[in-house]
């Protein structure tokens, strides 16, 4: 019986109070109440974005299509017959565009003329494009060349060379594989020059005229007058026609009109040509003027006096 109940009072004391939950039940009950979501911070809206007008590329101006046309027509391009082995040789030009092809890995040359010495080079993009020059020869026969490679292909800018003979302008484009070895130039502004030059230094060594004799010209004229640097150094006839001979440097100078002045003082322009350095007049005259300048006038003046031709006759015979 005393068994019976100390069980009895254990199970009692084991069994929870009137209205107390076990741990349990609490996890059970907390499981099934609802759980409330958090409330959500207030959205913050930005501020509205005005929208961006769609600029369209401004058309180019009239002035910009002359130049782009001036640059077009301006260029001269590779050509099949302008190649010596794979040099290309263009005929230089002055304000000419010459184009250039170049490609990565591949180093191309500029030659110059001979004797031509670099004053500057400028490229339009230096950073993307390696521009040196060197030299070949010695003396007269030292050239300067230019040498131009790109880091990629694609890319386009512009060289100025400035020498102390002239300038060139060229275009630079760069491909992937395609490159000029070189490229030069021939200058037929220089050969015409120096055919220019050679024919008449020719003339100058010739006769003024053919089929004179020293005996039968004149040679007394008397030069008065102003020292200009292209005064006469003599003058003579052949009875016929009056030649003026001039230092030689006249070719490259002004020459002074001639006037022939009459027994009154006045004074005629008379035509005459100019055959080398000697002036030649299609008669024979007493007097002339050679006169040059405006406020501040130069005049040497040409009298013909008695015919040396004349007195050397008289004195042998």
């Known amino acids: 019986m005393k068994a019976i109940l100390l069980a009895a009072t254990m199970l009692v004391g084991a069994a929870p109070a009137c209205g107390q939950t076990t741990p349990a039940s609490a996890s ?39 130049v782009r046309a001036a640059n077009r027509d301006a260029t001269y391009e590779p050509q099949a017959r302008g190649f010596v082995n794979a040099v290309q040789v263009y005929p230089f030009s002055p304000g000419t565009l ?4 170049a490609a990565p890995e591949r180093v191309s040359d500029i030659a110059l003329q001979p004797g031509e010495a670099i004053v500057s080079v400028a490229a339009g993009d230096t950073a993307r494009w390696t521009v040196g020059d060197t030299t070949s020869g010695s003396g007269e026969a030292k050239r300067v060349h230019i040498l131009v490679k790109p880091f990629a292909a694609g890319l386009s800018t512009n060289l100025v060379i400035t020498t102390t003979r002239r300038a060139y302008h060229l275009q630079l484009e760069s491909t992937s594989a395609t490159a000029m070895t070189a490229l030069s130039w021939t200058y037929p502004q220089d050969e015409l020059i120096a055919i220019r030059r050679a024919a008449e230094a020719e003339r100058a060594a010739a006769p003024v005229a053919s089929g004179l004799a020293a005996d039968q010209l004149n040679f ?13 150094l003599r003058a003579f006839d052949d009875g016929r026609q009056t030649y003026i001979e001039f230092p030689a440097d006249i070719a490259i100078g002004e ?35 050679l ?27």
């Open 28 to 66: 059970v009950a907390s499981a099934e109440r609802p759980v409330s979501a958090p409330t959500p911070a207030p959205a913050v809206t930005p501020a509205p974005i005005p929208p961006r007008s769609y600029q369209r590329p401004k058309p180019p101006t009239p002035a910009m299509l002359r």
């Open 98 to 101: 010459y184009r250039l092809y």
């Open 220 to 232: 007394g004229y008397s030069i008065t007058g102003d020292t200009p640097g292209w005064r006469p």
């Open 255 to 289: 020459a002074p009109p001639l006037f022939l002045l009459a027994s009154d003082g006045d004074a005629m322009l008379v035509n005459y040509r100019m055959s080398g350095r000697f002036y030649v007049i299609d008669r024979l005259f007493s007097v002339a003027e």
């Open 291 to 317: 006169r040059f300048g405006e406020k501040k006038q130069a005049i040497v003046r040409i009298t013909r006096g008695p015919s040396e031709r004349h007195a050397r006759k008289g004195r042998a015979s």
